[in-house]
């Protein structure tokens, strides 16, 4: 066995030889070394290098006790056995140790009785979790009790850590295994554990400390609030495992501490206050002489903590008991007051709310009767039974085919088109004739799309887009956004239900425009195309213009828009009344129309309160008390006008993910209670702060003396 210095007194570390005895004692199962006379062996507690644990009863009194053998293998060190025993014997008297029951230094083996800990050690403890720093608190002055009985017996422990703490019944803290401890006359190392050593331990001609005791506190009470001792991490778990003998691992431990600062991830456990901290770094300052003296500076400093807290709330009470006594004070002048104004208040809101929900019920209403004709009127055609065989047997063919058909009968000399390219040129023809029998505006364009997304065919024909790819758009695919044209995903297919689609800049004219699309399928069910028609937002906008601005039968003044749901979190403006045909030519005109629509997102607070509203039913309408219109954001002064709080009513335009918001001016609808509430508030508030001011004189003389008795 390697011996680190001479004397009566070698701290011995365990070789080869060792670790094999120690693996033969953990084979001898559930035999125990010896009988004891008085003592029934139990069971096994533990195997170590140098002995072994067992519970036992003690036969007169069926107390439950520990027995630690020292089997005669391979050159027993008496001294080990001897050591320990003079430690326990000489701190017998103390509560917050393990007691030395009885030594058989002549029995064979010779063992030592000491009391049994019903929970076990700290360290089997820590492993199902870290514990509340309240009782990190408790534990660790347990500890530095059990230090202090220890020093004052003349015994320095010197290998602190969670498994030499064990916990009783009441989960009260024990310190046990003396094997490396050293009385504080001696002058022989002693090497504690890794991680829980202090940094000058780790050296072998090291004299021992109690300042050693103070770093291996602060390092198990880190360990107690975040989980794991301080610096241990898988980098110096590798730079200690590389190190080849017994002397390169204490350097390089040394070098770990020395480099690495106090850690700090104590600071940020929640409950951690800033005096605790400054503890617990003291105890794990590198250097010994800015740690504390000892286990006694510990527990003074813990003390002084405590006594500070205490205080706390006399100090708390002092700044809060004005304050909630001025608040307790404010209710009972002015409840009956508030409640009757804000009665009122809401009445005034809610019947305005009423009207204005019914308004956008009713445009919501015509709004998605409109649309819904347009996409029935598509639906229509294509149950015409010629024309969906016809399309069926076209869109069998090749896209370039049908596109040059397209081309040849658009320019003259026209001749015969085909059947296919006749029904469709027929149907879109009595659309129009119907429109200008019903004086409603044209459509910008219909046109038919392959289940590729190739466009082959257009009315009114355009070169731009015939023969081009849209699959990226929402009115071919019906997902709710448009793609990049190079980020089209793989997956991609033609709708299958009916489709408005999200506003966007039209290819052919460059306005924003909106396409109602519908599927066209086969006689087997299977979608081979898609056929749309569009309209520019500004037609649109002129098509609904009676229903928008239409005048209310109360006479209120109101505002009527168009929203779109991109997705439950984004809700862009379509139609407002500031977005004129003729701002949103000249946006066109200076290529700047995309940009504006861009900016016309309804705020966030906004959107969560539709979230909320409709959080069961996406249908529901949504009434909002404080409503910020997004036109009032524009730089431009005709949006000045929309500037401020509105009260908002919205309701859904069916399912295509549109909603028809109705708002009024907030403060028009509740000035004059608003007017009359200010001059009530004012009046009450001067007799509170009169008597308030009183009262918390007399609570403040109050508390200061109160304070400085406790100080």
């Known amino acids: 066995m390697s011996r680190l210095v001479t004397g009566s007194h070698d701290t011995q570390i365990q070789n ?33 290098a140098y002995g072994t644990v067992w519970l036992a009863r003690e036969d007169h009194t069926g107390r439950m006790v520990a027995v630690k053998f020292y089997p005669h293998q391979r050159g027993l060190n008496w001294s080990m056995l001897s050591r320990e025993v003079e ?45 509340s720093v309240d009782e990190a608190v408790r534990i660790v002055r347990e500890i530095c009790n059990a230090l202090i009985d220890a020093y004052g017996a003349g015994v320095l422990h010197c290998d602190l850590k969670p498994d030499n703490v064990l916990l009783d019944r009441q989960m009260h803290a024990r310190l046990c295994d003396f094997g490396q401890a050293r009385m504080s006359h001696e002058h022989s190392p002693a090497l504690g554990t890794l991680y829980y050593m202090a940094p000058e331990q780790a050296d072998l001609d090291a004299l021992p400390d109690a300042k050693w005791d103070v770093y291996a506190v602060g390092a198990l009470f880190y360990h107690l609030l975040t989980g794991s001792p301080p610096h241990r991490s898988e980098a110096t778990q590798q ?51 800015e740690r504390f003296p000892n286990a006694q500076g510990i527990r003074d400093a813990l003390d002084r903590r405590d006594r500070i807290k205490s205080q706390r709330p006399l100090l708390i009470l002092g700044v809060l008991a004005p304050i909630l006594l001025m608040g307790a004070m404010i209710p009972i002048f002015t409840k009956a007051m508030n409640d009757n104004l804000q009665s009122a208040l809401d009445q005034i809101t809610d019947r305005a709310l009423e009207s204005d929900a019914l308004s956008a019920r009713l445009q919501a209403a015509a709004l998605d009767h409109e649309l819904r004709d347009r996409l029935e009127e598509l639906e229509d055609i294509l149950t015409d039974r010629e024309l969906a065989e016809t399309l ?63 466009q082959i065919w257009r009315r009114e024909f355009s070169d731009l887009t015939l023969g081009k790819n849209f699959s990226y758009r929402d009115y071919f695919h019906g997902r709710g956004e448009d793609y990049s044209r190079d980020k089209i ?58 229903l928008i601005r239409e005048p209310d039968a109360d006479n209120v003044e109101r505002v009527i828009a168009i929203v779109e749901a991109r997705d439950n979190t984004h809700y862009r403006l379509l139609d407002h009344p500031y977005l004129t045909e003729d ?22 607070s906004t959107v969560r309160a539709i979230q909320a509203a409709q959080v069961q039913d996406r249908a529901a309408e949504v009434r909002l008390k404080i409503y910020s219109d ?30 028809v918001i109705v708002q ?16 009530a508030k004012r009046q009450t508030w001067l007799s509170v702060l009169t008597t308030a001011i009183a009262l918390m004189a007399i609570i403040w003389s109050f508390v200061w003396r109160a304070y400085s008795r406790g100080l």
């Open 489 to 546: 995903p793989k997956d991609i297919a033609p709708l299958d239900k009916p489709n408005v689609c999200n506003a966007y800049k039209s290819t052919t004219t460059g306005l924003q425009t909106v396409a109602l699309s519908v599927p066209v399928m086969n006689s087997k069910g299977v979608v081979i195309g898609v056929l749309a028609r569009s309209v520019h937002l500004g037609d649109l906008q002129e098509r609904m213009g009676r």
């Open 392 to 454: 069926e047997t076209a869109l069998e063919r090749n896209s370039n085919e049908l596109v040059s058909e397209v081309v040849q009968h658009a320019t003259p000399p026209q001749s015969i088109p085909p059947r296919w390219l006749q029904l469709l040129d027929a149907a879109w023809e009595r659309s129009k004739a119907s429109n200008k029998a019903h004086g409603r505006k044209l459509d910008t364009s219909w046109f038919l799309n392959d289940r590729f997304g190739t």
């Open 583 to 604: 701002v949103v030519h000249a946006a066109e005109e200076s290529n700047k129309d995309a940009k504006l629509f861009e900016t016309l997102f309804i705020d966030e």
């Open 16 to 48: 080869d030889d060792d670790r094999e005895r120690s693996r033969r004692l953990s084979q001898q199962g559930n035999t125990p070394p010896a009988e004891i006379e008085g003592y029934s062996i139990v069971r096994c507690l533990g195997t170590g």
């Open 87 to 131: 430690k326990l014997a000489a701190v017998y008297t103390s509560h917050h140790i393990v007691r030395l029951l009885d030594v058989g230094w002549n029995a064979e083996p010779p063992y030592f009785v000491m009391e049994y800990v019903e929970n076990g050690s700290l360290g089997n403890f820590l492993t199902r979790g870290y514990l």
């Open 664 to 679: 009024e001016r907030r403060q028009a609808a509740l000035s004059p209670v608003e007017d009359v509430a200010a001059r």
């Open 239 to 289: 730079q200690l495992e590389c190190a080849e003998t017994l002397d390169e691992r204490l350097k390089v431990y040394q070098k770990i501490i020395s480099s690495s600062g106090v850690p700090t991830s104590h600071r940020k456990v929640k409950g951690v206050d800033g005096r605790l901290a400054d503890i617990i770094d003291r105890c794990l300052n590198a250097v010994p002489a």
């Open 630 to 659: 997004p036109i009032g954001r524009l730089p431009d002064l005709g949006s000045a006008v929309y500037q401020g709080e509105w009260l908002a009513a919205m309701a859904p335009v069916s399912d295509i993910g549109w909603m």
